[in-house]
């Protein structure tokens, strides 16, 4: 090609063409008491980062927490709201609470990898509202969270009922910030050369 932006562009458009036809989605939510429901005065704090691969069939959570109020007794993500990022809904992962999650502290990191083809790796309620398998529980899930009907909270001796939570939003692929980046750079490219 003759244009170096064109072909910039060409190639650009290739990476995220095979990008988009992978099964990864990444989320990720802050999480506060404000953020709860009902909401409440805790000044803990937290985040998560939450990634589905539905192809490989491998559901990533990574939460980090400090200054809890009260003691950990339990951490999973609830799904769907009938309304994205408002109200509370059942307890859609593994029950009572993610495997190996700290319980009985005030701050905490936590990294686990579940093989979603298992029912251990979901709530039993879960699983029988969505096809009764646990692939069918996975689709659900991955719905949930693209539409913003899914949430992760933490529950502790202060709330029962969670004491910090978020709404899980997806992040962009590194692909697809890359490429807009690139065009807004071959835009630029573009009008500077231009008389």
């Not at 910090?164 to 807004?184: C, D, K, N, S, Y």
Request: with cysteine.
């Amino acid at each position: 090609m003759k244009n170096p932006t064109l072909a910039l562009l060409s190639a650009a458009a290739l990476c995220a063409t095979g990008t988009a036809q992978a099964s990864f989605y990444t989320f990720a939510a802050a999480l506060s008491g404000a953020a709860e429901s009902p909401v409440n005065d805790s000044l803990g704090t937290g985040h998560t980062v939450v990634t589905l691969d539905d192809g490989g069939h491998l559901l990533t959570v990574h939460i980090d927490f400090t200054g809890l109020t009260g003691t950990t007794t339990a951490a999973h993500v609830h799904c769907c709201t009938a309304v994205p990022g408002v109200s509370t809904v059942g307890v859609a992962t593994a029950l009572p609470s993610f495997v190996g999650f700290p319980l009985g502290v005030t701050s905490g990191i936590y990294d686990h990898v579940y093989d979603t083809t298992l029912a251990s790796s979901w709530g039993a309620g879960f699983i029988t509202a969505n096809g009764g398998t646990p692939l069918g529980a996975e689709a659900a899930f991955l719905a949930g969270m693209l539409s913003g009907r899914a949430y992760l909270n933490l529950h502790s001796t202060y709330r029962t009922g969670g004491e910090i939570r978020g709404f899980l939003a997806q992040v962009p692929e590194p692909a697809t910030l890359a490429l807009a980046a690139l065009g807004l750079f071959a835009l630029t490219g573009t009008r500077r050369r231009q008389p």
